[in-house]
């Protein structure tokens, strides 16, 4: 499922340094579980996201191994401290190997 | 909302056995502002031409639902299926077709669709039919895009008819039922009245004799079409107007009207009209 | 799902605040994803966890979840009546500002929803909570 994956993020674009932000993110994909069965009663087979990795300058804020049991469109809300003006980098990791990424600048000051 | 008594005998014992025992619950007061800027109207007073059917006021379906529910639709952040909008908002700039346009060409802004939504369906000027907005989408695509027709409810119609409905959030929901719309409305009027199916179960005995009760465990709203396309948990996914009239048609056990029939776009005027007044949410959150 | 027994009782572990027990093979499985993920170490219930989700979820396709385990390095959410009960495994770094996520979850069915820390100390804390998932009347 590589094509049409787009993923959304929503970054406060200024922080002051050492202030704590809400991160939220989204990426549209049908995290097919491998438990439903198609028309004909063949199970269709798992292809799901596996792993979300949030990382801010090179340092991680949060590793995420997903399961079946993760809605379709996977979402995440979490918080991390912003020390410096920066990046951050979201990642995640397709069953097929797909990688999809994208990145967020933040400014302190 | 007063004790709702129910009318017809086999429909009766079906619906009987459908509802749970005394299992009522009032839709909630609360406030939706979308993106903290746009105030929604869920509840307004009923139109005239509901004759104090659905008692004083019409009200979103976005007011049954669970408070979770609801909350995902307050940001289009969370609402998922604000995925769907922009990968419309990417297919309105895409030149398809044999005249090497994009709806874009013409259109310019998706913005310039504000107004569209609140009044469909509509009298087509040029044919005198009565026309969905898919109807609408269509004729561009094959009449001026020289491009292949979308189907009704695959993803690249629904994506667009929910980009181009979402434009006019807050907008309150006017169709026309008069002059040239009327015999449309009439139709639709009397298909919704009409009890279909083994179920032997009209739209309104649900939605206008039971809406605050449950059947099992949906709890009944006023069955408004203001939030349409709407993304469903239930299918994690958009679904338009005419594929629900054909799921809830099909759970009486009754033929469904086909996608884009007469019957389906009277009764989706029949059915907008009884919530004029409410804000369009399109593209809503439901269960 | 074939529920055994309510209450609580102590099968194990993972077990002793489940309310509504899974069926056997979902047990075994239970029990494997908290082992592996404790090594085998003691589990508490303690006030060190938060597990925060609808009392009744809509649909199950989309339950929203919370968890919040001030200074864990982990936390895993398992949900106990599901064909597969591992959710998923949150994993906190030094730019966390509050070791805690919200997602949104599939639930197959009412069941107990069990989320675990990994406190930095190698100790294990947890909470359960009781979910009602509702599978809808017409609108399926």
């Known amino acids: 499922m590589a094509e049409d994956v787009k993923p959304r993020v929503r970054v406060p674009k200024t922080a002051a340094a050492g202030e704590t932000i809400v991160i939220k993110t989204l990426i549209n994909h049908v995290m097919e579980s491998g438990q439903r069965?198609?028309?004909?009663?063949?199970?269709?087979?798992?292809?799901?996201?596996?792993?979300?990795?949030?990382?801010?300058?090179?340092?991680?804020?949060?590793?995420?191994?997903?399961?079946?049991?993760i809605s379709t469109n996977p979402y995440f809300e979490f918080e991390a401290v912003v020390p410096e003006s920066g990046e951050f980098k979201f990642t995640w990791y397709d069953d097929d190997g797909s990688v999809y990424e994208t990145t967020e600048a933040i400014t302190v000051g | 909302m007063t004790t709702k008594t129910l009318k017809g005998g086999m429909a009766s014992a079906a619906l009987a056995l459908a509802l749970c025992g005394g299992a009522s619950a009032e839709p909630v007061d609360d406030t939706l502002i979308l993106n903290g800027e746009i105030e929604m109207i869920t509840r307004a007073p009923a139109p005239e031409h509901l004759e104090g059917r659905l008692g004083p006021d019409v009200i979103s379906g976005w007011l049954y639902r669970e408070d979770e529910t609801r909350d995902v639709q307050r940001d289009d952040f969370e609402n998922p299926a604000s995925l769907m909008l922009e990968a419309a908002a990417v297919a309105w700039d895409t030149v398809e077709g044999s005249e090497g346009k994009a709806c874009a060409s013409c259109h310019e802004s998706v913005d310039s669709m504000a107004g569209v939504r609140p009044a469909m369906p509509k009298i087509n000027a040029t044919t005198g039919e009565l026309w969905s907005m898919e109807q609408y989408i269509n004729d561009c695509r094959v009449n001026r895009m020289g491009a292949e027709a979308w189907e009704w409810d695959k993803d690249p119609m629904k994506n667009m008819t929910a980009l181009i409905s979402s434009v006019s959030r807050g907008m309150p929901v006017n169709v026309q039922i008069d002059g040239p719309a009327a015999p449309y409305w009439e139709q639709g009027k009397e298909i919704y009245y009409t009890r279909y199916g083994q179920l032997e179960l009209s739209c309104a005995n649900c939605h206008e004799d039971n809406n605050g009760n449950h059947i099992r465990a949906d709890h009944l709203s006023q069955g408004q079409t203001n939030g349409f396309p709407v993304y469903r948990f239930n299918t994690s996914g958009l679904v338009s107007i005419h594929n629900r009239f054909r799921g809830c048609i099909r759970d009486t056990r009754a033929e469904p009207f086909a996608v884009g029939s007469p019957e389906a776009t009277?009764?989706?005027?029949?059915?907008?009209?009884?919530?004029?007044?409410?804000?369009?949410?399109?593209?809503?959150?439901?269960? | 799902m074939n529920l055994t027994r309510r209450g609580t009782f102590a099968l194990g572990a993972g077990f002793a605040a489940l309310t509504l027990l899974p069926a056997t093979g979902a047990r075994a499985a239970v029990?494997?994803?908290?082992?592996?993920?404790?090594?085998?170490?003691?589990?508490?219930?303690?006030?060190?966890?938060?597990?925060t989700t609808p009392e009744i979820a809509e649909n199950g396709n989309t339950v929203p979840v919370s968890v919040a385990a001030p200074g864990a390095v982990s936390i895993m959410i398992l949900a106990t009546g599901n064909p597969n009960p591992d959710v998923g495994i949150f994993t906190f770094g030094p730019l966390a500002a509050s070791q805690a996520a919200s997602t949104r979850i599939r639930l197959a069915g009412t069941q107990d929803v069990v989320a675990i820390a990994k406190m930095a100390d190698g100790s294990f804390v947890r909470a359960v909570n009781t979910v009602k998932v509702t599978i809808g009347g017409c609108g399926g």
């Open chain 1, 37 to 69: 069965k198609d028309s004909s009663g063949n199970p269709i087979p798992r292809q799901i996201i596996n792993r979300f990795t949030c990382e801010f300058n090179g340092q991680m804020v949060l590793d995420v191994t997903l399961e079946p049991a």
């Open chain 3, 31 to 51: 029990e494997d994803s908290i082992a592996a993920f404790t090594g085998g170490a003691e589990v508490a219930d303690g006030a060190g966890i938060t597990l």
């Open chain 2, 266 to 287: 009277a009764l989706e005027l029949y059915v907008a009209s009884r919530g004029m007044g409410l804000s369009v949410e399109s593209p809503s959150v439901r269960q």
